[in-house]
């Protein structure tokens, strides 16, 4: 077949896209991993060649194998919590109420701010009062004088404990067990303070997920729960047999955007609480820019951002290949 | 309940019809089942509330017929409008505060008053937060909106080529530029910082927009590639018979019905980029701050007074926020479209 001059047009206008994009995206991939496996560890760039040592470097290190497990907290609480709050919101906003456009937008405005003004402003709502600071007696402000609460006891983000399953408790010997003892390790419990971070991040983002829901509701033909309802379903029976099936890809299109954005969280961080106590509100993206652009440990960097790409990409690629075997079904 | 002995529907019977969609898999195919563009989903829910006088009649005599009567409905509304406003309160109570303290006169900003009101409300906070941070405000527009523009452009192009002059494997090219939209962009910052130091742009606002325009690819190209899918190539083949060509095509087809394609790209765009941290902290050095990091840098220093702090951060948030109160329909459609794929 003669190619025709139009088809030679077409491929010449999209070819720098494409270009850029294979120099920006996969070429500087590439250029990371290179990164990792040399030694560059001052400003100036050194590609003494040192393996894996990086890698193992950075896996040795107590500060990043805590990043990694806030940052599987992090995402359990964020994607949970904004789920939940998501999908009660567009049904609530999908029952014909009063004044839906103006609740619709009052859930969705914080996706148009910067996390880094989410950041400020839930810091300072959130700062439990003079005790966190050696100051006695405490004097509760933001959330804790609102609802009364003592500063000395909820501590929010300058809290450094660490929540895990002690052995006195029952779930203590259950999880010993079936062999999954390594959970009760008093590294792996929850941070306390990154609960206050999950909080600002479902502020801003539970509104998003409210509009993926609400559209998956609207979406769902009428006479479907009509006929249902003339068949004397209930509506929670409604809900748990036509609604909910049907929301399940909506869900886990939601899942994988949430899931990507709490792998990769950083502003907010940066903003709201830094590393926090003990690394308590630390994560791998903060780990990453403080090893190579604060400390010029540029090799290491590398690695960890490496690291954090593996991570997102376990969950991406496959969301990827899937939709993409969708579009060619359909 | 009041209705009686509700005959149990035997699941096989609830199961059929709602299986056939949930095979298709992502909301997209629910949508295309249902005849539905995506993009078209939330004008339908605009047009509702436009029309809302008839809705609301209608609600009112399908609730009071079908569904349930008297006292009892009564109450379920009454929880419903509870637990809205409850979160309702939940997603002001930031914006109370900043508008509360920004407004505070310098003197008056006590950490255990955090909550109450000072009447008269005193400008102390933004003639502080605007001196410090103007430039960088400035700095903000500069890169935003070319910014919003360059990408808004490429990505129709690209998203022209990728729907209406397939070749192959483009649809497997398409989900390796996509792949670009969901990396960390720690993955690529190091070199991208040696490319930019090379290349004369490091710290400068040309250099910010670059990488913007560049890395704003993926998504500027999903959404104008899924919303050139649904116009008719029917029509593109019979301006090919009348001697069209790839330009004339995109010109006079196109373009002309691109307008709402442009809006939803470019709000999305100013959005990310105005609101964008990491690319601005690691690529941009004092002078040159937008406003994210001028922020940051403000708050962060513990000299700054929280009227000031809370002025600033509303300051950063107006644009955007105007942006979303104006157009906020256009806004959610980016949403929508930019978290559907096919």
Known sequence: ?330 | MSRKTPPEPPDAAVQPTAEPPVRGGALADVLAARKIDPLDIVVVVDEEEEEKPRTRVRSDKGSRGAHSRGPRARITRFFLYSILFVFALWYLTPVYVLLVTSLKPTNQVFLNQMWVPVWPPSLDGFSAAWTALAPNFLNSLKLAIPAAIISSMLGSINGYVLAKWKFRGADTLFTLILFGMFIPYQAILIPLVQVMSNVGLYGSIQGLILVHVIYGIPITTLIFRNYYAAIPTELLEAAKVDGAGFFRIYRSILLPLSATGFVVVLIWQFNSVWNDFLFAATLTTQPNWPMTVALNNLAGSFSVAWNVQMAGALLAAMPTLLVFIILGRYFVRGLLAGSLKG
């Not at chain 1, 991993?33 to 040592?53: F, N, Q």
């Not at chain 1, 839930?122 to 609460?149: E, H, M, R, V």
């Not at chain 1, 959970?183 to 998003?208: E, K």
Request: net charge neutral; aromatic share 12%.
């Open chain 1, 1 to 330: 077949m003669r190619i025709s001059r139009d088809r030679v047009t077409s491929l010449v206008v999209i070819a720098p896209s494409v270009l850029a994009v294979a120099i920006f995206v996969y070429g500087l991939i590439f250029w990371t991993g290179y990164i990792s496996t040399v030694k560059w560890d001052t400003l100036r760039p050194d590609y003494t060649g040192v393996g894996i040592a990086n890698y193992q470097s950075i896996f040795g290190q107590n500060r990043f194998l805590m990043d990694i497990r806030n940052t599987v907290v992090f995402t359990l609480f964020f994607i949970t919590a904004s789920l939940t709050i998501g999908l009660l919101l567009a049904n609530l906003v999908d029952r014909q109420i009063r004044g839906e456009g103006l609740f619709r937008n009052l859930f969705v405005f914080p996706m148009a701010i910067s996390f880094i003004v989410t950041g400020v402003v839930w810091k300072w709502i959130l700062s439990p009062g003079q005790a966190a600071f050696g100051t006695s007696p405490a004097t509760p402000q933001g959330i804790n004088q609102l609802f009364g609460l003592d500063p000395a006891t909820n501590r929010w983000f300058t809290d450094p404990h660490i929540d895990y399953i002690s052995p006195g408790s029952p779930a203590y010997g259950i999880l010993h067990d079936i062999g999954l003892g390594f959970i009760t390790s008093p590294n792996i419990g929850i941070p306390v303070a990154l609960l206050s971070l999950v909080l600002a991040a479902v502020w801003q983002m539970s509104g998003f997920v409210m509009v993926l829901y609400l559209a998956g509701l609207r979406a769902i033909p009428e006479e479907l729960k009509e006929a249902a309802r003339v068949d004397g379903c209930t509506e929670w029976r409604i809900f748990r047999h036509i609604v909910f099936p049907l929301l399940l890809p909506v869900t886990l299109s939601a899942m994988i955007i949430l899931g990507h954005i709490s792998l990769k969280i950083y502003d907010l961080a940066v903003a709201m609480t830094g590393s926090g106590p003990g690394f308590a509100t630390d994560t791998p993206a903060l780990f990453m820019w403080q090893t190579a652009f604060r400390d010029d440990h540029f090799g290491r960097g590398a690695a960890a951002a490496i690291v954090m790409l593996a991570l997102v990409a376990v969950v991406v690629v496959p969301y990827l290949v899937w939709t993409r075997r969708q579009e060619v079904e359909s």
